[in-house]
């Protein structure tokens, strides 16, 4: 299986760590948006999808490299991030990117989320929260998520 993980980590470098365990896992490299061609997606057949996220929104970078993707790329994605505060469930913070990307033809495989962090206003008065994530457990799992994708093909 080819893959590639396109991971836009700007604050902390949290997502960034994310990323490589799970790009260890699926040989894979991991690319910032602004390096790679979005028409290029359609050699890969998995392709990663991350950042972390900011206001409840992925970040800028992202969101707008995955609309230049062309529509009609038919592989598979997964999506992850990492974030200060947990994902709710009335709002899924990954539920619009998921959307956009099966709008452009992926299938999306999986989501995958951590806590990370954190030091948006007003976390930065007090130093910032969740200071020690992602740690080794938070590595684990991503990396025992990147094992199911490829257990299932990436489905």
Same mark, same amino acid.
């Given at each position: 299986m080819k893959a590639v993980i396109v991971c836009a980590s700007v604050s902390h470098g949290n997502t960034r760590r994310i990323a490589e365990a799970m790009g260890r896992v699926l040989s894979a490299?991991?690319?910032?948006?602004?390096? +790679?061609? /979005?028409?290029g997606l359609a050699a890969y057949d998995l392709v990663g999808f991350g950042s972390g996220?900011?206001?409840? @929104?992925?970040? /800028?970078l992202l969101?707008?490299? %995955? @609309?230049? %993707?062309?529509?009609?790329?038919?592989? @598979?994605a997964f999506v992850f991030a990492t974030s200060g505060l947990p994902e709710l469930r %009335?709002? /899924?913070?990954? @539920? /619009? +990117?998921v959307r956009e990307l099966e709008r452009k033809g992926f299938e999306v495989a999986d989501t995958f989320a951590c806590r990370g962090f954190d030091t948006w206003l007003p976390f930065r008065l007090v130093g910032g929260i969740n200071k020690a994530r992602p740690d080794g457990g938070d590595l684990a799992a991503a990396g025992a998520f990147a094992e199911g994708l490829l257990r299932t093909g990436g489905r």
């Open positions: 490299p991991v690319v910032e948006p602004e390096r +790679l061609d /979005p028409a996220i900011f206001s409840g @929104r992925f970040h /800028p969101r707008g490299f %995955v @609309r230049s %993707v062309p529509e009609g790329q038919c592989g @598979r %009335v709002r /899924p913070f990954s @539920r /619009p +990117l």
